[in-house]
C-alpha cells in the first residue's frame, strides 16, 4: 500500500476524487496507527508525520466507503490523566460517518478489565474491541442542492417545533413504511404537509450526531432515545437512515435539510458539545478517551483520574483546549456550510462558557463565535444552566444568543394552576424585559416553552400530579418531583365529564398563552395532538410507544385550536414584535401595553403583588408596535384585549373604557365565550380557568 505524507488539516478523512487525506489531533500519543477495514479484515498503517500535534498521511486510490478507526499508544497512567490503550478501536471525531452502534456484547469496549472493584479502572485491559465498535467512513461530500435558498425567517417571525426524527413518523400511517422514523420520513410530503398546515417556521431536532448508548441501557434493553449521548460531532446518526450507513445517511440529511427549506421550515439542531457518551472513569473507551484523554476531557485539578463533571453524566469536555474548541467549532461550521442547517440549540451551555470553573460571559467559546462570519449569523440557542454550582445563568448570555426561558416555564405553569405571582407572569408574558432588556437583546432573546422533551408532555401536565417513569428501570427514582400543574387531584385515565373537560381548557390555555406571548414561541412536538407518555416525564430512553406519535389517537379539535392561534401569531405584529412593551402612550395617544383588573381599571400596585389576583387582561395596541416598512413607514396592526382567568370560579370582567375599543369581538376563547359584538365596559362572563382574545373593530 503506497502511503504519502499528507497534510495535517483538514482534520479527520477528506476524499479529493482520487485519494484521502487522514488527520488525527493527538498531543500526547507516542505512535498512532490507522486502522482500514475490508470486511473483517484489518490492515493497519502507521502515521509517521506529526505537525502541530496532528497526525496525517494520504493514501492514494482510497475513496468514499472505506471503513476505518484509529489506535493510538501512549501510556495508560489513569492517576496522571493518561488512559492509551492501542487494543481498543477509536472513532474518528472528525468522521463524517459513521456505521453504527457500539456491539457491546461482542467485546469489552472498556479500557480496564471489568470489576466490580472501585479501582477497577487502574488495571489495563489487552482484548482487542475491533468487533464492537462502529467503523469511521470516508465519505463523498458532494451534493446536489439544485435551487436551495435557507428561509432565514427573522426571529421575531419564528416559531419553533421541538421534534425527534423517529419519534414523529415512526407510526405515521401515511409515510411509507421504509421512510418511517428516518430523515426521507421527515422529509417526506405527509411530514412536510403537516407542518405547513400546522404554521410552525423551523423544526429543533433532538441530537442527530451520532449517539452511542450507554452500557447499562443495553442492559436493560433499552436505549438512549433523546440522543444527548455524542460520540460523533460532524456524523449525522446512522440508526435515523433510510438509505444506508456507509455514507449514505449524510446525502439522506442533505436531503432532508433541502426539503424542509423547500417547504420554508428551518432547520435548528440540539448539540451536545459540553460532554461525550464515554461517562465517567469507569466508563467505556470508544474515541475521545483513548485519542488523548488530558487534552479532551475537563479532569479533577488534584486528582486527574476523576473527571470534572458539569453536566451529570459522568464527564465533561474541554472547550478551553484550543484543538478541542476547534473540533467544536469545525462541527458547527460542517452543519452550516455543509449540510446548510440554519441554527443550533446548545445543550447545557453553561458548561461551555466555564474557562476554568465559574460560567463566563466572556469565554473562549463565545469570542470564537462571535467573530466567526458564518456561526454569527445563524441562530443561536443556548440552554443557559448546568448542573454545576452558579450553572444557572438565564438571562446571562451575550448578545446574538437566545435562551430557553425556564422561568417563562416555571411562571406560566404557576398561573394556570393558580399559584403564580401575576406580576411575574405578565413580565413573562411580554418578553422578559428583566433578562434581555438591559445588554441590547430584544424579545426575541426569550425563547417560551411551558414544556419540552425533557419533562412532561402537556396532556400529562395537566393529568398528573405525580411521574410515572417505572419503564426506565430506575424504581421512578429518576425525572423532576414537581410538575408545576394544576389537575383537580385526579391522576391519568378518567370519565369524569368535568375533568375531562378541564384538562382540556387548560392544555388550550397553555397553547394560547405561549403561542401569543411576546417572544419565540417553541412548541413541544405533539402537544398540539394531546401526546401522552403515560405520565413518563423523564422518557429518555424509552425508544417505543411511550416516545413516539400516536397519530391515530392524535386530538382533532386541539390541533385545530393550535393552528388557529400560530395563525393568529403569524398574521398580527402585535404579537411578535422587535422591541419591548413600555406601557408609555405613543403617537396614538395610547399606551403600546395596559393592564386591567375585571372591574375594567387598571391594575395598581397592590393588585400586583396581591396572592388573591388571578384573574387579569391587557391591551396590546396594534397601532403602536414599533415597526416600520421597507419604505419607513408605520406599520399599524389590529389592536387586541386578551383576559386570563386562572380563578377556580367563574369571573366577570368589565371591557375597559371606549377610548381604548368602542367595539370587540372574540377571536379565540378557551372555554365558553361570548357571542357578538362587545361594547366599551360590556360586563363579560369568563369561564373559570379560560383564557379570551378579544380583537378591536
Request: aromatic share 12%; hydrophobic share 35%; charged share 25%.
Amino acid at each position: 500500500m503506497r502511503v504519502w505524507t499528507g497534510k495535517p488539516y483538514p482534520l479527520g478523512a477528506a476524499w479529493d476524487g482520487e485519494g484521502t487525506n487522514f488527520s488525527l489531533f493527538s498531543e500526547h500519543a507516542d505512535r498512532v496507527e490507522l486502522c482500514l477495514f475490508d470486511g473483517d479484515r484489518e490492515t493497519r498503517v502507521e502515521l509517521h508525520d506529526v505537525t502541530a500535534h496532528n497526525w496525517h498521511c494520504y493514501l492514494p486510490g482510497t475513496g468514499p466507503g472505506q471503513r476505518y478507526g484509529y489506535r493510538v499508544h501512549g501510556p495508560y497512567d489513569p492517576a496522571s490523566g493518561h488512559r492509551f490503550n492501542p487494543n481498543k478501536l477509536l472513532i474518528d471525531p472528525y468522521a463524517k460517518a459513521i456505521e453504527g452502534p457500539v456491539e457491546w456484547d461482542r467485546a469489552n469496549v472498556l479500557p480496564y478489565v471489568p470489576s466490580t472493584d472501585e479501582d477497577a479502572d487502574l488495571e489495563l485491559d489487552d482484548e482487542d474491541d475491533a468487533d464492537a465498535i462502529p467503523k469511521s467512513v470516508v465519505v463523498d461530500p458532494s451534493f446536489d442542492w439544485e435551487d436551495d435558498r435557507p428561509p432565514e425567517t427573522a426571529w421575531n417571525d419564528t416559531v419553533i417545533y421541538e421534534v425527534h426524527v423517529k419519534g414523529f413518523t415512526q407510526r405515521h400511517a401515511e409515510v411509507r413504511d421504509d421512510l418511517r422514523g428516518t430523515y426521507a420520513g421527515l422529509a417526506s410530503e405527509p411530514a412536510l404537509a403537516y407542518f405547513r398546515a400546522l404554521g410552525v417556521t423551523a423544526v429543533e431536532l433532538l441530537p442527530i450526531h451520532h449517539i452511542a448508548d450507554e452500557g447499562f441501557l443495553h442492559d436493560r434493553e433499552l436505549s438512549n432515545y433523546w440522543g444527548y449521548s455524542s460520540i460523533g460531532y460532524l456524523a449525522p446518526h446512522a440508526l435515523y437512515a433510510a438509505t444506508g450507513t456507509h455514507g449514505e445517511q449524510v446525502r439522506e440529511f442533505k436531503g432532508m435539510v433541502k426539503a424542509l427549506h423547500g417547504a420554508g421550515i428551518e432547520v435548528i439542531l440540539d448539540v451536545v458539545y459540553n460532554h461525550t457518551a464515554e461517562g465517567n472513569h469507569l466508563g467505556p473507551m470508544l474515541s475521545f478517551r483513548g485519542l488523548d484523554n488530558r487534552s479532551y476531557y475537563r479532569l479533577m485539578p488534584d486528582d486527574p483520574r476523576f473527571y470534572m463533571d458539569f453536566t451529570g453524566t459522568g464527564n465533561s469536555l474541554n472547550p478551553v483546549h484550543p484543538s478541542v474548541l476547534r473540533l467544536i467549532m469545525d462541527s458547527l461550521r460542517y452543519w452550516v456550510l455543509e449540510c446548510r442547517v440554519d441554527g443550533f440549540r446548545f445543550d447545557l451551555a453553561s458548561a461551555l462558557a466555564r474557562e476554568f470553573y465559574d460560567v463566563d460571559r466572556l469565554s473562549a467559546f463565545f469570542d470564537t463565535i462571535h467573530q466567526d462570519p458564518v456561526l454569527s449569523q445563524v441562530k443561536l440557542i443556548a440552554e443557559p444552566w448546568d448542573v454545576g454550582p452558579g450553572g444557572y445563568q438565564v438571562g446571562n448570555f451575550p448578545v446574538l444568543w437566545a435562551e430557553w426561558n425556564g422561568k417563562y416555564r416555571d411562571s406560566v405553569r404557576d398561573f394556570w394552576r393558580g399559584q403564580a405571582n401575576v406580576g411575574e407572569f405578565a413580565q413573562r408574558f411580554t418578553g422578559s424585559s428583566d433578562l434581555y432588556g438591559e445588554d441590547g437583546r430584544a424579545p426575541f432573546a426569550s425563547i417560551n416553552f411551558v414544556t419540552a422533551h425533557d419533562g412532561f408532555t402537556l396532556r400529562d401536565l395537566v393529568s398528573y400530579n405525580d411521574k410515572h417513569n417505572e419503564a426506565n428501570g430506575e424504581d421512578n427514582r429518576d425525572g423532576t418531583d414537581d410538575n408545576r400543574s394544576w389537575n383537580l387531584g385526579v391522576e391519568g385515565a378518567t370519565d369524569d365529564p368535568n375533568v375531562l373537560a378541564l384538562r382540556a381548557r387548560q392544555q388550550r390555555n397553555f397553547l394560547a398563552t405561549l403561542l401569543l406571548s411576546q417572544g419565540v414561541p417553541m412548541l413541544l412536538g405533539g402537544d398540539e395532538l394531546g401526546r401522552t407518555q403515560g405520565g413518563n416525564n423523564n422518557a429518555w430512553c424509552q425508544d417505543n410507544e411511550i416516545s413516539w406519535f400516536d397519530w391515530e389517537d392524535a386530538g382533532d379539535e386541539l390541533l385545530e385550536f393550535a393552528r388557529r392561534v400560530i395563525a393568529l401569531r403569524r398574521g398580527h405584529p402585535v404579537f411578535r414584535r422587535t422591541t419591548f412593551l413600555s406601557g408609555k402612550a405613543g403617537e396614538s395617544g395610547l399606551p403600546d401595553a395596559w393592564w386591567f383588573r375585571p372591574d375594567g381599571r387598571r391594575m395598581t400596585q397592590r393588585d400586583w403583588t396581591s396572592p388573591d389576583t388571578k384573574t387579569l387582561g391587557v391591551f396590546l395596541n396594534g397601532r403602536e408596535i414599533s415597526e416600520r416598512t421597507l419604505h419607513g413607514e408605520p406599520m399599524f396592526d389590529d389592536s387586541f384585549l386578551l383576559v386570563f382567568n386562572a380563578h377556580f370560579e367563574p369571573v366577570v370582567f368589565t371591557l375597559p373604557t371606549r377610548r381604548f375599543g368602542a367595539r370587540w369581538q372574540v377571536e379565540v376563547a378557551t372555554g365558553d365565550a361570548p357571542e357578538g359584538q362587545l361594547g366599551a365596559r360590556a360586563l363579560v362572563a369568563v369561564q373559570e380557568h379560560s383564557f379570551l382574545l378579544l380583537r378591536r373593530v
